[in-house]
């Protein structure tokens, strides 16, 4: 089992190129162990910023020193990054159209025995509705460093969510397709009729893509797209993977409105009219336990999301 959590494969991403490239800078809100951030602090100090417990303090430094050629990446759990700092982020960053790279670590219900307070729930339709700024969920280590890599080429601004847990791995070292703002896409062939499209994204894709071998079990044919990008919302894979589909469903670590789900569901009425149902966490205050715990509950799992295709008409 994987003991690597996307938030390590960032700083160890951000190392690699450091060095070389003295314009990254990395900052945090008292949040350098939380963030997996230490060895870069201790490797980089030069390039390294600590503004305490200030959200909004971190997100306008950041844009600051974006403005004179800096490549600043700000590390914050993400449940306040989204909320504390929401004006800086659309108007510091987003507005002037600024390189600064927003990291939400401990993202969704990774926080899952600290309550309502440090849940994030709800930053996937907080920052894609402001203009200019992209949304990411990686699912995995490798997909997250690809990710990273492909950040530190671009001068637009991005939020990126991460979970604070090691996640099973997806892919591999050598073997991680991606393509930017390019949903990846997952097949798995049955000889029944049915066929079934799971669109999941960050830490939802893994139990998607193990309930989509239950389901190929079942003789349902299932196409899981990995949809790591948020915004910009790749349209056109989804539109190609419901062609002939009989259901489509829409896996998500957020609540019910403004997120995944709705992208999907807006997508597919629009151009292939399709069933689609939405799992997601309750439009309620989430439950307090493990996030495994926590996930089991609402049934975001393999065996829910098979209970959901399976028991729909």
């Not at 989204?82 to 670590?105: H, P």
């Not at 949903?183 to 079934?196: P, S």
């Not at 071998?213 to 948020?230: E, G």
């Not at 996930?295 to 975001?300: P, R």
């Amino acid at each position: 089992m994987n003991k690597i959590p996307n938030r390590q494969a960032i700083c160890e991403t951000l190392m690699a190129h450091a060095k070389a490239d003295r314009d990254i800078i990395a900052l945090c809100s008292d949040s350098r162990g939380s963030a997996s951030m230490t060895p870069f602090f201790n490797e980089f100090p030069d390039q390294s910023v600590e503004v305490g417990i200030a959200e909004q303090n971190l997100v306008s430094i950041a844009a600051g020193m974006a403005h004179v050629g800096k490549k600043p990446f700000c590390f914050s759990p993400a449940c306040f990054l989204s909320t504390r700092s929401y004006e800086q982020a659309k108007v510091d960053v987003a507005y002037s159209n600024t390189n600064v790279k927003l990291i939400g670590i401990s993202g969704g219900i990774s926080y899952g025995e600290l309550g309502m307070s440090h849940h994030s729930a709800q930053d996937i339709a907080a920052m894609s509705a402001i203009p200019n700024m992209r949304v990411y969920l990686p699912s995995d280590r490798f997909q997250t460093a690809k990710l990273i890599e492909s950040l530190l080429q671009d001068e637009k601004p991005a939020y990126v969510r991460v979970g604070r847990n090691p996640v099973e791995d997806i892919y591999s070292e050598s073997d991680t397709p991606f393509e930017m703002d390019k949903a990846t896409v997952h097949k798995y062939e049955a000889n029944g009729n049915k066929k079934v499209v799971l669109v999941a994204c960050g830490e939802m894709v893994r139990p998607a893509l193990d309930a989509a071998q239950l389901l190929k079990d079942k003789d349902i044919s299932v196409t899981v797209l990995d949809m790591y990008c948020l915004k910009p919302f790749d349209e056109k894979g989804l539109i190609n993977a419901v062609e002939n589909a009989d259901l489509v469903v829409s896996i998500e670590e957020h609540a019910p409105f403004g997120g995944l789900g709705s992208m999907v569901a807006s997508v597919v009425a629009a151009n292939r009219p399709t069933k689609v149902i939405q799992l997601a966490l309750p439009d309620d205050h989430v439950i307090t336990g493990k996030s495994k715990d926590v996930f089991n509950y609402y049934g975001l799992n393999a065996e829910g999301i098979v209970n959901a295709v399976c028991n729909i008409d």
